[in-house]
């Protein structure tokens, strides 16, 4: 038993009897005091009495069926950490108890590992783990002026803002998803910039980038030698976040095999680099992104679904542009500004350019808008915006079609020629199921740049998946 574990006392709230007489065995034995109550008014009751340094709390028990417990416990001893442990993940709750400074939220069956390691990593990072309740929800423009890198005023996104604003108060993690484009990654370093982790990096980590053979080198470092062509010591970027924030971007193109190894580092907060056999103990926030239903994914047999629950404990589903209402002209206005600084010339967008770009779908989202834009201010020869500088797609959106021959009458060679390449893009994708990087590989491109050329021509390579 261990010294620092011997002194810990953790109250058990939990009206499921086996559960509670198991976890109080196995916390027990792992050396922590335990105080085992069935219901949340014996919890509060507990509470009044004796002293406790963590509480470990069900949420769905008589005594806390309005989250009293939660409550109560978060505004009378702020700070005592508080894991919930669950059966019923539900969003609501799960953002609920987020916003009361929950430090970490847990998914029945637990396996114990997951549970000493949780407690373990909150023990052992006090400062982090007791956020205190948030404040009542701010005024959208406070709101949105908190947040100044994500331009938002729309219903939809206001709501994001606000979970934005709570979870960046926790540590939990967090799961973004949403089509391509939407300002995932925007999203997640407003979570990292307004957290307490802000001081430290935001590790960027590309799924799509790393090998699965070099996936624990990449990751987790190595030693000198532990391979062919290991010449020194070399720190993985896991590392590189320790007490920041890691940013799985593409989470769901993880192989299965690497999904296994990031389990580890994830629910033990531990790795151990190539050739070593100490582990390294890590202190890390994990914000992973997809633009795939990872839901599905997991039914599908393609994503772990223990590591789905670890990382999605809460889950941000961004919408898409055509669904951000008037956001269009918001971010088109702002981007026009931050263009104006090189090209003074063009300032604003005619009549028909503003029907065009709200009826228009948008399926490259806020990337496409963008590039749309700066494509506009570099053709246009007036100080406006007209069609006649956007691109075919959205200058045609939702207009009848003309027949191939009048159509081809009408439109300059340029046109022409972006019309056929995006067709011969369409179908490249169709023969590759929508995998970017072969298309890439047959075209002659790189990925990126295949990924700019389908937003120029408002193309989604998931519209080709089979
Ligand atoms: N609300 C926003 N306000 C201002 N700029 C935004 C907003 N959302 C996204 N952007 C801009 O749009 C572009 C795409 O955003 P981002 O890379 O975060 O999208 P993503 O969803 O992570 O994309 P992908 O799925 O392709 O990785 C970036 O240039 C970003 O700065």
Redesign the pocket.
């Given at each position: 038993m261990n010294e620092e574990q011997a002194k810990k006392r953790i109250l058990i709230a939990d009206n499921e009897p086996l559960f509670l007489r198991t976890t109080g065995q196995l916390l027990r034995k792992a050396g922590y005091e335990c105080v085992c109550v069935p219901d949340g008014t014996a919890a509060l009751a507990k509470l009044r009495s004796e002293p406790f340094d963590l509480i470990l709390s069900d949420l769905n028990m008589p005594g806390n069926l309005k989250l009293e417990l939660l409550q109560q416990g978060r505004e009378h001893w702020p700070h005592i950490p508080l894991i919930v442990v669950t059966g019923v993940p539900s969003l609501p709750t799960a953002i609920e108890s987020v916003r009361l400074g929950i430090a970490d939220y847990l998914l029945k069956p637990v396996k114990y590992e997951d549970l000493l390691a949780s407690l373990r990593g909150v023990l052992a990072s006090p400062a982090r783990s007791q956020p205190g309740p948030v404040s009542a929800p701010t005024d959208t423009d406070a709101l949105a002026a908190k947040f100044p890198?994500?331009?938002?005023r729309s219903g939809p996104?206001m709501e994001i803002l606000e979970i934005v604003d709570r979870v960046a108060r926790t540590d939990t993690n967090v799961l973004?998803t949403?089509?391509?484009?939407?300002?995932?990654?925007?999203?997640?370093?407003a979570i990292h910039q307004h957290s307490s982790r802000s001081e430290k990096a935001f590790q960027v980590i590309d799924c799509t980038a790393i090998p699965e053979s070099l996936f624990e080198s990449v990751l987790f470092g190595h030693v000198k030698g532990a391979f062919t062509g290991a010449s020194a010591d070399r720190d993985g970027l896991l590392l590189r976040s320790d007490g920041g924030t890691a940013f799985f971007?593409?989470l769901a193109e993880l192989p299965l095999a690497s999904q296994a190894k990031l389990l580890r580092a994830v629910q033990e907060r531990v790795f151990t680099p190539v050739g070593r056999t100490e582990p390294v103990r890590i202190d890390t926030r994990y914000i992973c992104?997809?633009?795939r239903n990872l839901q599905e994914e997991v039914n599908a047999g393609r994503f772990r679904q223990d590591l789905y629950y670890r990382l999605g404990v809460i889950h941000m589903e961004?919408p898409p542009l055509r669904d951000r209402g008037d956001?269009v002209m918001l971010?088109a206005e702002?981007?026009l500004k931050d263009l104006q600084r090189e090209q003074i010339r063009v300032h604003r967008f005619s009549e028909k350019v503003i029907e065009q770009f709200r009826r228009y779908r948008w399926p490259g989202?806020?990337?496409e808008?963008?590039n749309v834009i700066e494509r506009a201010v570099a053709l246009s020869r007036s100080q406006t915006v007209e069609l006649a500088d956007l691109p075919g797609p959205v200058r045609d959106a939702a207009s009848t079609p003309s027949s191939p021959v009048s159509a081809l009458a009408e439109i300059s060679r340029e046109e022409a020629l972006d019309n056929a390449d995006q067709q011969y893009l369409s179908t490249l994708l169709k023969k590759h199921s929508g995998n970017v990087s072969q298309a890439a590989r047959q075209a002659g491109l790189s990925r990126q740049g295949m990924?700019n050329l389908l937003v120029r021509h408002g193309l989604n390579a998931n519209d080709f998946r089979t």
């Open positions: 890198s994500i331009i938002a996104m973004i949403g089509e391509s484009g939407t300002g995932k990654e925007v999203v997640a370093r971007d593409e992104a997809t633009n961004l956001d971010l702002a981007f989202n806020i990337r808008l963008r990924h």
